[in-house]
């Protein structure tokens, strides 16, 4: 099956001299949910962020399917708007593609409430635990309608409960929108459940 988007021969070092990534070969195929493992330090979030267009590979190619995928990405912190409610923050990605505010604003609200925030639009980052905020961050990724979700240790400073009921979500979003999943876990954590894992190790100077 052809791949939805594939990290060829990439590499990629900093201004600084620090080599992030060496010749790293990843091909995600539509509809997988992928588990980047290693220890830190090792480049699981450069090679997300080279996936989303954030960074620019030194070397090697990234290919997409034809017609690029619609990419959504959760950060390791939520990365809220403090004056904005949930509403607004889960609005974020479509008011920057132009979208008529009332769909926008309905498509907002139908992602807060599949990620279990329905009667919190209204409801400011400070009003919410760490749990709720990372959830709004989800909704924001999810309500632009992504093809491609990339996930970048989302649930790092979260408790084990909070954590574990996230997890579960998230798998339920994957089966039920066909989403394609590229997951950093958090280091030290258990295993992921995640249907292929893909193991890195700290690049070699």
């Keep these: 099956m052809a ?21 790293v070969d990843l091909a995600v195929t539509k509809g997988e949910f992928v588990s980047l493992l290693g220890p830190s330090g090792c480049g699981k979030s450069t090679a997300l962020r080279i996936l989303a267009g954030l960074l620019t590979p030194s070397d090697g190619t990234v290919e997409f399917a034809p017609g690029k995928p619609e990419i959504g990405f959760v950060f390791q912190e939520p990365t ?3 004056w904005g409610p949930a509403l607004t923050n889960a609005r974020l990605p479509l008011d920057l593609k132009g979208i008529n505010r009332g769909e926008a604003n309905d498509r907002a609200a139908r992602a807060l409430k599949r990620v279990g925030l329905d009667g919190f639009e209204k409801s400011f980052p400070r009003e919410l635990s760490g749990g709720m905020k990372m959830r709004v961050s989800i909704a924001r990724a999810i309500a632009a309608e992504p093809e491609l979700l990339l996930m970048d240790e989302p649930f790092a400073a979260l408790d084990e409960m909070t954590r574990q009921t996230l997890n579960d979500d998230l798998l339920k979003l994957w089966e039920e929108d066909a989403l394609t999943v590229v997951f950093v876990p958090v280091a030290s954590r258990k295993r992921s459940r995640s249907r292929r894992t893909a193991s890195a190790r700290p690049a070699t100077a």
């Design 3 to 23: 791949s939805l988007v594939a990290l060829k021969g990439v590499s990629k070092t900093f201004d600084n001299g620090t080599l992030a990534l060496e010749r």
């Design 80 to 82: 809220l708007m403090p």
